[in-house]
């Protein structure tokens, strides 16, 4: 069974730091390409960052510079380290998988960890 268990969200002022985790298990994480996404209330969910199989990397523009994707393929665990953080960075954080990369479509979700970025 594939599973995806997000970890590390919280409440944060602005100018804070936050790091997410996303703990993979059930298919081979050396396979994939991890995203992060997500969704604040009443907008739709977007993509913030990922990392494909090779290791290559994408942003969203709002987080250029200011979050740090990466993976540690031992631990099947991909982290989002948030620094910076601005009270529009507020949202559910999600994570999912997609087979080798980030174009693929991404079939497996977590649950999401809740970000909140205090003014």
């Known amino acids: 069974e594939v599973q995806l268990v997000e970890s590390g969200g919280g409440l944060v002022q602005a100018g804070g730091s936050l790091r997410l985790s996303c703990a993979a298990s059930g298919f081979t994480f050396d396979d994939y390409a991890i995203g992060w996404f997500r969704q604040a209330p009443g907008k739709e969910r977007e993509g913030v960052s990922c990392i494909d199989l090779d290791g290559t990397i994408h942003y969203t523009d709002s987080v250029k510079g200011r979050f740090t994707i990466s993976s540690d393929n031992a631990k099947n665990t991909v982290y989002l380290q948030m620094n910076s953080l601005k009270p529009e960075d507020t949202a559910v954080y999600y994570c999912?998988?997609?087979?080798?990369?980030?174009?693929?479509?991404?079939?497996?979700w977590g649950q999401g960890t809740q970000v909140t970025v205090s003014s």
């Open positions: 999912a998988a997609a087979i080798a990369t980030c174009l693929q479509g991404f079939d497996s």
